[in-house]
T-cell receptor
Framework: SAVISQKPSRDICQRGTSLTIQCQVD?????MFWYRQQPGQSLTLIAT?????????ESGFVIDKFPISRPNLTFSTLTVSNMSPEDSSIYLC????????????FGEGSRLTVL | GENVEQHPSTLSVQEGDSAVIKCTYS??????FPWYKQELGKGPQLIID?????GEKKDQRIAVTLNKTAKHFSLHITETQPEDSAVYFC??????????????FGAGTILRVKS
C-alpha cells in the first residue's frame, strides 16, 4: 500500500480563480492518477500524471483547464483553472504501486467549493 | 470503452442480515475487478478485489463472485454491522491494451445498516 497526502483537504474558491492541489506519496510509485467525484456521484478519471512528460487526459478533460505536473515519482499537482461552480467537486489523487497489479490506492481527497 | 453498471443505488438492511451489490461490465478484455468502500469525508478504500482467472474470493465477512461469461460480479457482505454503512463502488479495468491500468467505476451503492 501507500500513504497518500493531499493538500488542501478542502477550500472555498471564488469563480474565475485557480487552485492547485498537491499530492505527496510516501514511496515511489509507478503510476499516479487524478479523479474527480462530483457531489453524490461516482469517480471519473481526469488524467494520468506522467513523470517528466505531459499528462494523458481522458475524454472531456483538457490541459488548459486541468494542468498537471509530476516532477518525480512521489509528487504530483493538479490545478483547476478559471473555476466555475460546476467545478465544485472532490478531487482525488490515486496511485498504483506496481504496474503488474491493478491495485489502486486513493488519498483522502480535496473538496473544492466554488462560489 | 468500458462501462460499468451498479445496482442497487441504495440498500438498507437490518444489522446481522446479508447485503449483496451487483455490477455488470461491458468490455470482455477487463480482467481486474476491485470493490471500494467510501466513508463520509474520506477517500475510497480498497476492500476486496478479484481477477478474471478466479470465480470467487472471500475475506472474512466479505466475498466477491465473478461470472465472466455473463460479465457480472457481485459483492456479498454477511452479518452486516453498523460500521459497514458507507458508499460502495465497484470498478473494472484491463491491465492490457488501450485502457490498460484505467479503472472505470460504477455509480455507487449507499449501504445503510440499521441497528
Amino acid at each position: 500500500s501507500a500513504v497518500i497526502s493531499q493538500k488542501p483537504s478542502r477550500d472555498i474558491c471564488q469563480r474565475g480563480t485557480s487552485l492547485t492541489i498537491q499530492c505527496q506519496v510516501d514511496s515511489q510509485v509507478t503510476m499516479m492518477f487524478w479523479y474527480r467525484q462530483q457531489p453524490g456521484q461516482s469517480l471519473t478519471l481526469i488524467a494520468t500524471a506522467n513523470q517528466g512528460s505531459e499528462a494523458t487526459y481522458e475524454s472531456g478533460f483538457v490541459i488548459d483547464k486541468f494542468p498537471i505536473s509530476r516532477p518525480n515519482l512521489t509528487f504530483s499537482t493538479l490545478t483547476v483553472s478559471n473555476m466555475s461552480p460546476e467545478d465544485s467537486s472532490i478531487y482525488l489523487c490515486s496511485v498504483k504501486t506496481s504496474i503488474n497489479t491493478g491495485e489502486l490506492f486513493f488519498g483522502e481527497g480535496s473538496r473544492l467549493t466554488v462560489l | 470503452g468500458e462501462n460499468v453498471e451498479q445496482h442497487p443505488s441504495t440498500l438498507s438492511v437490518q444489522e446481522g442480515d446479508s447485503a449483496v451489490i451487483k455490477c455488470t461490465y461491458s468490455d470482455s478484455a477487463s480482467n481486474y475487478f476491485p470493490w471500494y468502500k467510501q466513508e463520509l469525508g474520506k477517500g475510497p478504500q480498497l476492500i476486496i478485489d478479484i481477477r478474471s482467472n478466479v470465480g470467487e474470493k472471500k475475506d472474512q465477512r466479505i466475498a466477491v463472485t465473478l461470472n465472466k461469461t455473463a460479465k457480472h460480479f457481485s459483492l456479498h457482505i454477511t452479518e452486516t454491522q453498523p460500521e459497514d454503512s458507507a458508499v460502495y463502488f465497484c470498478a473494472a479495468s484491463s491491465t492490457l491494451g488501450e485502457y490498460g491500468n484505467k479503472l472505470v467505476f460504477g455509480a455507487g451503492t449507499i449501504l445503510r445498516v440499521k441497528s
